[in-house]
């Protein structure tokens, strides 16, 4: 078997679980930093979906300009992180503001 497969199926497995507690947080929180933390999730889960899609041939980017391929797998492996780091960022603020 091969490993790209097992790291794959761990990705899926592992972030399905993520992706289960992010829902069940969804509703039970308003404030801003978590809602964006959840998104960062959703958004990583949906990535290591599209990226083993990508390994398995059922789906691909070809745009017909490569710049345009490259930003687009660009915006799909980072937006979860800058999503989550601003999530963080803004759990910090508040949290700050809230100790003052």
Do not use: C, H
């Amino acid at each position: 078997m091969d490993s790209e497969i097992i790291r794959i199926s761990f990705g899926i497995a592992f972030g399905a679980f993520t992706m289960f507690g992010a829902i069940l947080l969804w509703p039970k929180t308003r404030d801003p930093g978590w809602m964006l933390v959840i998104l960062s999730v959703i958004m990583l889960y949906g990535s290591t979906v599209f990226k083993s899609l990508y390994y398995f041939g059922l789906t691909r980017i070809d745009t017909g300009m490569p710049w345009l391929d490259l930003a687009l797998v660009i915006i799909i492996d980072n937006v979860p992180y800058v999503l989550l780091g601003l999530g963080l960022l803004r759990a910090y603020q508040e949290k700050s503001r809230g100790s003052l």
